[in-house]
T-cell receptor, first 112, second 113 residues
Framework: DTGVSQDPRHKITKRGQNVTFRCDPISEHNRLYWYRQTLGQGPEFLTYFQNEAQLEKSRLLSDRFSAERPKGSFSTLEIQRTEQGDSAMYLC??????????FGQGTRLTVV | AQSVTQPDIHITVSEGASLELRCNYSYGATPYLFWYVQSPGQGLQLLLKYFSGDTLVQGIKGFEAEFKRSQSSFNLRKPSVHWSDAAEYFCAVGAPGTYKYIFGTGTRLKVLA
């Protein structure tokens, strides 16, 4: 297992377009997290899943954002009608219950 | 409110010098504590963690951190810095049971040859 994998690594999109990111967690991990990191800041929690259930969503996750983990394995994060303020690094992490989270390399989104 | 403070935005040290990065937290109970390192354009790598027990924890790459409950601190130390340690360092607290991490704003480390 090579760790948490995120795709794509970079995405440039025009304002108003929809984008979708994928995260493949470490295979035995039942918890999966999404964070957003803007320039000069630490990561901010967006949401997390235990298996396929989305157990918590931050108020940062507006109605334009949706995350899924349909079979309790990989997860997708979709942003609809992107805005320039959505430009950030989107980080995915996974963990076993009760243990530390391991992060992927992130997807850097640039909205032009 | 739960928060993590890293008071030093930038730190510059000479290669071979010792290093201490500060982290203070505000939390209702004893949280889980972490230090992560991030190289430019990359994700986060876990350096070390504290859950309970011995308050001095050892991590990878020669780093260690000490949990001081009375000071609500979890400072990161390294006795001799290498040029490859130049990166951004994040302190984080986690809620036992949920693992929703709260991160500090990071400390960018520059190492002079």
């Amino acid at each position: 297992d090579t760790g948490v994998s995120q795709d794509p690594r970079h995405k440039i999109t025009k304002r108003g377009q929809n984008v979708t990111f994928r995260c493949d967690p470490i295979s035995e991990h039942n918890r999966l997290y999404w964070y957003r990191q803007t320039l000069g800041q630490g990561p901010e929690f967006l949401t997390y899943f235990q298996n396929e259930a989305q157990l918590e969503k931050s108020r940062l996750l507006s109605d334009r954002f949706s995350a899924e983990r349909p079979k309790g394995s990989f997860s997708t994060l979709e942003i609809q009608r992107t805005e320039q303020g959505d430009s950030a690094m989107y980080l995915c992490a996974s963990s076993e219950q009760g243990y530390e989270a391991f992060f992927g390399q992130g997807t850097r989104l640039t909205v032009v | 409110a739960q928060s993590v403070t890293q008071p030093d935005i930038h730190i510059t040290v000479s290669e071979g010098a010792s290093l201490e990065l500060r982290c203070n937290y505000s939390y209702g109970a004893t949280p889980y504590l972490f230090w992560y390192v991030q190289s430019p354009g990359q994700g986060l790598q876990l350096l070390l963690k504290y859950f309970s027990g011995d308050t001095l924890v050892q991590g990878i790459k020669g780093f260690e951190a000490e949990f001081k409950r009375s000071q609500s601190s979890f400072n990161l130390r390294k006795p001799s810095v290498h040029w490859s340690d130049a990166a951004e360092y994040f302190c984080a607290v986690g809620a036992p049971g949920t693992y929703k991490y709260i991160f500090g704003t990071g400390t960018r480390l520059k190492v002079l040859a």
